[in-house]
């Protein structure tokens, strides 16, 4: 009874680990993104990464994902912090 009870166990821990970090395909998938864009936001700066000591393996918070899908009120316009308006000086 007992080792049913810590199967269960494990298996709860590696579900919600599953659901917290991702790998990046599953990253690109959530955010909906192709591998070149991920890249790009890692090698920015704006996304941050975890990589697996000794591998080339990065790992991603799914929070911290989260955090780069910003809400947009219906009828303003999107723009990126690098765009800004020089043709008007």
């Known amino acids: 009874m007992k ?3 810590e199967t269960q166990t494990t298996e709860l ?3 919600t680990l599953d659901e917290f970090w991702l790998t990046v395909p599953e990253a690109m998938r959530y955010l909906k993104v192709s ?3 991920l890249y ?3 090698q920015d700066g704006t996304l941050p990464y975890y990589l697996i000591t000794g591998t080339r393996q990065r790992r991603f918070k799914r929070d911290e994902l989260d955090q780069l899908l ?4 219906p009828g303003s ?3 990126d912090e690098d765009d800004s308006d020089d043709s008007e000086s």
Do not use: F
Not at 70 to 73: D, G, H, N, R
């Open 3 to 5: 080792d049913e009870a």
């Open 13 to 15: 821990l590696l579900s």
């Open 35 to 37: 591998q070149r864009t």
């Open 40 to 42: 790009r936001l890692m």
């Open 70 to 73: 910003v809400k947009q009120e």
């Open 77 to 79: 316009v999107a723009q």
